[in-house]
């Protein structure tokens, strides 16, 4: 069975969410993951923030304004009076529970529940209507399997363990539709698997049922060799390694949720990317091999923080670096590049939750610089098989440019780069102009 997922966009109004309905009604078997309706779940954030601010009226406000959009929403989507009662009742449920959850104390539960609103709806509005238009659609509902740990990662044992008796449950049907994003976490409440997490989700789902295929549909044809929002003429790629997808999910590439490519790598299932608009095109197919034709693409990261400690501790000495990274580990602080030399080291960050708390324990250490606004450009692709001179191709493609950080070697597939966000534009360019050609 294939597991395919549509976002926001895909299900962002009844005209879409019938399109959705089109595509995935071919008479093959399937699960479905949904996102929340475009701009639904930012909404929700907004109704959260502004809940746990303490400001109920502003909260309130704005909990009207989406719920209007909805009713509209199941007007527009149902052609019988029963189902529009079934809709409305749907939409009822959901605002008189965040309506009750503004009335009480701010948790971080309350924050979760609110937030997996969103998909809660967009999944039984679209099964609805599937059912109207006479197909046999049937709700798998994901608190009812997805689960993360203590540390909030994603517990596939338990998954796999709890997804085949909520399908039997469920009955046989031709098409199943589940939420995304949502989640139950280890203390049995309701949580999430961070923003855009649908991808994950899908992505855990095909683990967990050991899916032929994964496919995220989004509204562009695949992944591109460069960022189209910065680079003209750039071009959809066919195929992928996983490898050559986690780092370019990773380092910037928006289409798909960095952590997508894991459970597909591990369970070896073939992630297939599609766009809704284009829906005869391959897309691009990511799989274990890679088509070894050298370099693939180029993406950038933005929000980078670049921190540097220097010491002269450090010469000759070991340990420092030790010291230095369970600084990190302490705040649960991701670090994405690191470059040393023997007296330094400069490293990059792109929670800065606790930036303050981890600069002043960095202190103890040596001199600390802190350098905001940066991004990390990222080539990738089979890099082994270029020809030689590959990376001396790359640093005259970027001449000129002031350059943070290099960060070459540590895995075959990508080499990255550090520039400040005002010149990560024409850092694109060139390396699309010099080095992709
Ligand atoms: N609705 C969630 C978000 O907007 C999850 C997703 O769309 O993937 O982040």
Known sequence: MKVLKFGGTSVGSPENMQAVISLITDGQKKIVVLSAMSGTTN???EISNYLQKKNKVTASVLIGELEAKYLKVVDELFKEDENKSKGLEIIKTSFDLMRSLASKDFSQVTENTILAQG???STQLVALSMIENGYSAKLLPALDFMRIDKDKSADLTNIKKLIKPVIEKAGDADYYITQGFICLNFDGEIDNLQRGGSDYTASLVGAAINSEEIQIWTDIDGFHNNDPRFVENTKKID???FTE????AYFGAKILHPQTVLPAR???IPVRLKNTMNPSDGGTLITSESDGSGIKAVAAKDGITAIKIRSGRMLMAYGFLKNVFSVFEKYKTPIDMIS???VAVSLTIDNTKYLNEIREELEVFGNVDVDPDMSIVCIVGDIISEEKGFASKVFKALDGIPIRMISYGGSRYNISV???????KVTLQALSDKVLK
Do not use: D
């Open 418 to 424: 550090l520039v400040p966000t005002e010149h990560k």
């Open 119 to 121: 998909e809660l709806i």
């Open 239 to 241: 195929q992928l390694s």
């Open 266 to 268: 591990v369970h070896n």
């Open 340 to 342: 040393t030399s023997e």
């Open 43 to 45: 909404s929700l954030v």
């Open 245 to 248: 997808a986690a780092e370019l």
